[in-house]
């Protein structure tokens, strides 16, 4: 049989997609169920000084209407931090308590305050039209660059700061400086991002009258973590009586990591008024509430020879929590932000330091690549203008400062395992035929046109473990994943996995895995992902974690499944366990013919008997049934890294930026699937493109969202996008069985530097913020013109 | 939504007299059904023409194109007889929304809506359309009154709208890059009897370019267009789009149009 591993396997999950019978959470409906409608404040800050409900409750259809109050006095505990980070000073990080309904404050417009539960859903729209909340409006801290200068929003958090965190040596980094030949200084905007799902979030809640058991269908990206954190810190029930469900989910890119206000007020409220509940979000609830993604201001700066060698970096950044600290918010612009900030390159010192601040937004919280692209943009922005005021090719300084020898020391955290940059760098030049550049260019001026070119090189850590690092780096959890394989009597096999996907397609890379593993053909294998009461427990999906983690548990019990194989068909072939060799979904002893299939040694070790003899196919001290699990934890993140290279073409009268090439080279280490890999890039890229050309979160003065609908927030189109030409390179992993990397977030990392390299390239150089919006490159042009007819 | 009375007219007689000034004709509902989900719009009554075939079609003469009120998008940009007579329409038609749109809006709707963003408005403008109505005939440049305001009493109904068949013409668009409605819309076009230049998007309602018209109508190029101001005063400003670059645009898109035609 030929190893599905590497191969093009058809995603098993399209089917079901693109025939409308993929079932999400909206689809799930119970009998005698309620809707319910959040009542959210209009104002971004202000204290409630009364919640009115008495008229709403005399509405048609009403069931109940629950407030800040009701969930004070079932003393339900609120939305916390998944991470803990400590200051420069050794202080720990400042959180404000997030309760699911606010009771006393508001602090972002969305903020729910009560919710109305009714017969249906326009009645329920109704009601909530009647409730009367009485507010005190306060000046609301929507300024990123005023909130340290601003009142409190907080009480007892001084300046809105929740940490000054600090990750490198200031001292070395000073003495890096002195011996520069110069130094390159560079002010950013990472801009604010809506991560735009294209499912809404939504729940719906059962409660068991008779088990006293709550079921919770949820878009998560991780079940059995909105589990635990409704459990232990919400106090909605034990673990026990509560399922969460994550069924079909239709795209999360962070957004869906975290557990929401809803599902925690939905489920307590399912069990207190013994109905179920049901919740869809509308899009502009999902545009105010869903978390948000950057928002750093970054000042930056790299010291270097005058033949390009690197010496040193600094940044000093603030970046946005938005209203409150959620799980992944605090460590977002930290340890998945600091270290990757050095970019690829051998840098001799460096340091990163973060002041995270409170505003009255939406909270800000893991965007697809999370850290990273911030990271990324920083040192990649720098590096090319390091090689403009140098007078360098911008390829040329690169590979001056790659590493050659793996494993490499990163600057600041990271140990990596593998990787070949030049090769990478190499191969996306010739690729994109950088060459040709200048041929390509003069031919647009020919047309009136401007063009630039952009590269970028980065690597990422994601596959997010191990857990005592990430516990160590302050994780409340542990970041492993369990895998769960059980064969049937009759030869199939069901994977159960703690990840979840919601696009990644896990029921087909982890089944070409399982099918590798067992030899058993893939049409037998069902993965199972998203139930709480269906497998092990999980750590869930984000950080390009799921093969990395999630596949090597899969890998793992698969092994333990062949090793009690392996005894059992010994047994059967009455050999010894040493002389069976395992390869193709056969059992076969050493110099000889006899065998057993996989299927026949699980169909045995399930009826572990013959008729009139006592005898068992078991060897002594294995117990029936062939089912095995694994918890794996791997030594190290995952490294993957690449290279790419674009080219824009700028129409200097509208401003206008087409993408004209695309070239991305990575090297995700071993590939599963390619089909399902070139399909996280396209996705990525076109996000880190978004954020370059097109998307932009604004908040005005007051605190309001003024891209809360897609007529004002823009989305990347698949017509703003270029034939990408793909390549990759392959260095394995050398801290998994697999040699596998994470791809899940390359794309979104590397974009946005990439086509802004390109841009400023084609601008000769001067500098644009994000996103660079056709009035913004209109105006640069202008100024171009203006000085270029000075200096002629 | 709140609840309302759903009529379907059979005939335009009908539907005039079940309107009032709590009621909304109802053809492609592009505009009108979304306002009601949102709870910016809400009537007594909401009377369905799409029914009244007398409404929709298209017809083409030597001189005139004749579309009807119910005709939707994508029938215009699929015309072959339009096209002939003037592809700019069908180019304009076609670049309307998106498949959902243009299968369901229709060409009355988006003029008696007078979305300061819309396109045809800005061809009712170039192309000296002159608007049917079940009692009158207006003329385009008296029809669009303001923003999202047009001469149209409530009881009033657009049958058609007849176009005049330039000898070239062209409509070019700066789209919304979230939207794709125009942050600035120029269609130019020369008749025997002169010259039109219908602007869209970048004031409160469509407009005819009189600056540009005179140039044009002196040296029909794009070289012409080189030395006119825009002033950017009166232009419509936004987080997309400011004044200063819509007063730009208008005239970076009027260069293009008279390029194309």
């Known amino acids: ?792 | 939504m709140k609840t309302f009375n759903y009529h379907s007219a059979k005939d335009v007689k009908e539907a005039s007299k079940l309107a009032s000034s709590n009621s909304a004709f109802l053809a492609g509902g592009m505009t009108t059904i979304p306002s009601m989900k949102l709870g910016l719009a809400s009537y007594k009554d909401i009377i369905d023409i799409k029914r009244i075939k007398k409404l929709s079609g298209i017809k083409v003469s030597g001189k005139t194109v004749t579309i009807g009120a119910t005709t939707k998008h994508s029938e215009v940009a699929s015309s072959k007889d339009i096209k002939k007579a003037i592809p700019s329409l069908t180019a304009l038609a076609e670049g309307i929304g998106d498949p959902q749109v243009r299968n369901r809006g229709t060409i009355g709707g988006s003029i008696a809506n007078n979305d300061p963003a819309a396109d045809y408005p800005a061809a009712c403008i170039a192309l000296d359309a002159t608007i049917h109505t079940n009692n009158r005939s207006i003329d385009a440049e008296k029809f669009f009154r303001g923003m999202f305001e047009t001469c149209l009493k409530s009881t009033e109904i657009i049958e058609s709208i007849e176009f005049s068949i330039p000898q070239k013409s062209s409509y070019q668009k700066l789209p919304n890059p979230a939207s794709r409605y125009a942050i600035v819309g120029v269609y130019v076009a020369q008749h025997k009897t002169g010259i039109n230049v219908g602007v869209t998007g970048a004031k409160s309602s469509v407009y005819n370019e009189k600056d540009l018209v005179a140039a044009l109508t002196k040296n029909f190029s794009s070289s012409a267009i080189d030395n006119v101001k825009i002033s950017s005063s009166g232009m419509n400003s936004d987080i997309h789009a400011s004044a200063e670059y819509r007063a730009n645009m208008v005239k970076a898109f009027a260069k293009k149009a008279v390029d194309a035609c």
């Open chain 1, 1 to 792: 049989m030929a190893s599905l591993v590497g191969s093009r396997v058809e995603r098993k999950e399209d089917k079901r997609f693109l025939t409308g019978k993929g079932r999400y959470t909206s689809d799930i409906n119970i009998a005698n169920q309620t809707y319910a409608i959040f009542i959210r404040s209009p104002h971004a800050r202000a204290k409630i000084k009364k919640v009115d409900t008495s008229k709403a409750l005399k509405s048609s259809g009403v069931v109940d209407i629950l407030t800040g109050e009701h969930i004070a006095q079932d003393k339900i505990g609120g939305l916390i931090a998944g991470w803990a980070i400590r200051s420069e000073d050794g202080s720990e990080m400042k959180c404000p308590a997030n309760p699911p309904l606010a009771k006393d404050s508001v602090n972002f417009v969305g903020d729910p305050v009560a919710v109305v539960f009714a017969e249906t859903l326009d009645e329920a729209k109704a009601a909530a039209e009647l409730v009367k909340v009485d507010y005190k409006v306060l000046k609301a801290v929507s300024n990123l660059v005023e909130a340290m200068d601003s009142e409190a929003i907080h009480d007892g958090i001084d300046k809105n700061l929740c940490y000054d965190w600090l990750l490198g040596d200031r001292q070395k980094v000073k003495e890096a400086f002195e011996k520069a030949d110069r130094i390159i200084k560079l002010d950013i905007t990472n801009n604010r991002l809506i991560p735009n799902a294209m499912e809404p979030r939504a729940c719906v809640i059962d409660y068991n009258t008779a088990s006293e058991e709550i079921t919770c269908y949820t878009t998560s990206q991780n079940p059995h973590l909105s589990r635990l954190i409704m459990s232990a810190f919400g106090g909605v029930a034990p673990e026990n009586k509560l399922r969460v469900v994550a069924p079909d989910v239709g795209g999360g890119f962070g957004s869906k990591i975290n557990l929401y206000n809803e599902e925690i007020v939905c489920s307590w409220a399912s069990k207190k008024i013994e109905r179920p509940i049901k919740w869809v979000a509308e899009r502009t609830e999902s545009f105010l509430t869903d978390t948000h993604g950057r928002d750093h201001i970054t000042h930056a700066e790299l010291a270097v020879t005058n033949d390009g060698k690197f010496l040193g970096f600094k940044n000093e950044t603030i970046a946005n929590l938005g209203a409150y600290a959620r799980v992944f918010g605090t460590v977002t612009p930290t340890y998945l932000f600091g270290p990757c900030a050095t970019g690829v390159y051998i840098m001799p010192a460096a340091y990163s330091n973060v002041k995270a601040v409170y505003t009255n937004t939406a909270p800000v919280d893991a965007y697809r690549g999370a850290g990273r692209p911030e990271a990324t943009y920083t040192i990649e922005r720098i590096v090319d203008k390091a090689a403009m005021e140098l007078g360098m090719d911008p390829i040329e300084i690169r590979m001056k400062n790659f590493p050659t020898e793996f494993p490499f020391k990163q600057t600041l955290v990271h140990q990596i395992d593998s990787g070949d940059y030049v090769a990478g760098l190499n191969k996306a030049k010739e690729m994109a035929d950088y060459d040709g550049f200048a041929a390509r260019k003069k031919e647009s001026e020919s047309k009136g046109k401007l063009r630039g070119i952009g590269v970028t090189s980065y690597f990422e850590a994601c596959g997010i473990a191990p857990s005592p690092v990430v516990m160590m780096l302050g994780c409340g959890v542990g970041l492993w994943e369990s895998a769960e394989v059980r064969f049937n009597p009759t030869g199939q096999v069901t994977v159960y996995t703690g990840s979840h996907s919601h696009g990644q397609s896990h029921q087909t890379t982890f089944a070409q895995i399982a099918a590798d593993e067992l030899g058993v053909p893939i049409e037998n294998i069902d993965v199972v992902h998203g139930d709480t009461d269906k497998g092990t427990f999980g750590m869930g999906t984000y950080g390009s974690r799921s093969l990395t983690v999630g596949g090597i548990a899969i890998v793992n019990a698969c092994k333990k499944i062949v090793n009690k194989g392996k005894r059992i068909a010994a047994k059967m072939l009455e050999a010894s366990p040493d002389e069976v060799d395992f390869k193709n979904g056969e059992f076969v002893v050493a110099k000889s013919n006899k065998k057993k299939t996989i299927g026949e040694v699980a169909f045995a070790s399930y009826l572990p008997g013959v008729r009139d003899e006592v005898k068992s196919p078991l060897p002594e001290g294995d117990e029936p049934g062939l089912i095995e699990s694994s918890f794996f934890d791997p030594a190290n993140f995952s490294f993957p890294a690449g290279s790419h290279i674009c080219e824009v073409e700028i129409d200097p009268e509208t401003g206008h930026v087409k993408l004209d090439k695309y070239t991305a080279v990575d090297d995700f280490g071993t590939i599963v699937n390619p089909l399902i890999v070139e399909g996280q890039v396209h996705g990525g890229l076109a996000q880190g493109i978004g954020q370059a050309l097109y998307e932009n979160a604004q908040y005005d003065d007051s605190g309001q969202l003024i891209t809360a609908s897609y007529m004002d927030y823009t989305m990347p189109r698949a017509d703003d996008l270029p034939d990408f030409n793909l390549g990759f390179t392959c260095t394995k992993a050398t801290t998994n069985p697999l040699g596998v990397k994470g791809c899940g977030e390359a794309g979104t990392i590397a974009a946005t530097p990439t086509v802004m390299n390109a841009v400023i390239n084609a601008l000769d150089g001067k500098e644009i913020s994000l996103p660079a919006t056709a009035e913004k490159v209109w105006k640069a042009c202008k100024e171009m013109k203006k000085s270029n007819a000075k200096a002629a």
